[in-house]
């Protein structure tokens, strides 16, 4: 397959965003990867560009920002952020804001990891969020739009989750009696969300797509 699109990836120093970017860079799809961070990554190959923005400036940036097929991996928690208000900055408005920008400037695919539970009008603030989030994505003018909803993610972070972690450690023995109506509770390894999402990319299916955990898996095992 020739590379004739590019890629524009935010959040690859994070859990999935790493897998992922690794994946675009080996991609056939796309001739030129671009990777945009508060700071570059120690990483050299030839068809990866860094850009390194603000993101409190993101409209200051817009033609950093420029791409066929938009990968959204940003995302933290209340604790880590250190308040409800930082953790809403980071996995409302600057997910929202980059959609804003990417769709204004001709991107025909926007893919983004979401949560398991994602709802606007959830009484749960992270699930309120993610939803919130999902709605806005939604509505802006994509060829197509992929929402990605993983259960609990597995994988080698660079910082400790403990709540995280141990949830990890209690839920994973028990991953094989999840069958059925349960599957999609299953923990999943990121790397299995990152083909995920290359995967979905590579259909190009228009329209707006809610991938939940299980569906997740089947597609990173496709890929």
Do not use: W
Not at 73 to 82: E, Q
Not at 93 to 116: C, E, H, N, P, R
Not at 169 to 195: D, F
Request: a neutral charge; aromatic letters at 8%; charged letters at 25%.
């Amino acid at each position: 397959m020739q590379k004739v699109r590019n890629a524009l990836i935010v959040g690859a120093s994070g859990l999935v965003g790493g897998h992922l970017l690794h994946l675009l860079l080996k991609s056939q799809r796309y001739s030129e990867v671009i990777s945009v961070g508060r700071r570059e990554l120690p990483l050299l190959f030839p068809n990866l560009e860094q850009r390194v923005i603000d993101f409190d400036n993101m409209k200051g940036f817009a033609s950093d920002l420029v791409a066929d097929d938009i990968f959204c991996c940003l995302g933290t928690t209340i604790k880590k952020a250190g308040s409800k208000e930082a953790f809403y900055k980071v996995d409302h408005t600057y997910v929202t804001q980059l959609a804003d920008i990417t769709a204004q400037k001709g991107a025909s695919q926007f893919l983004v990891v979401s949560a398991m539970g994602a709802d606007a009008s959830s009484l749960f603030y992270y699930n309120k969020v993610k939803g919130e989030m999902e709605e806005h994505v939604r509505a802006q003018p994509f060829g197509s739009v992929h929402l990605f909803r993983p259960a609990l993610l597995l994988g080698e972070r660079e910082e400790h989750r403990t709540g995280e972690e141990l949830a990890s450690k209690i839920i994973k023995p028990l991953s094989g009696l999840m069958i059925g109506p349960l599957e999609k509770y299953k923990p999943i390894e990121a790397e299995t969300v990152a083909r995920a999402m290359l995967y979905a990319a590579s259909q190009d299916q228009r329209g707006i797509h809610i991938h939940p955990s299980d569906d997740i898996a089947e597609l990173g095992a496709k890929l």
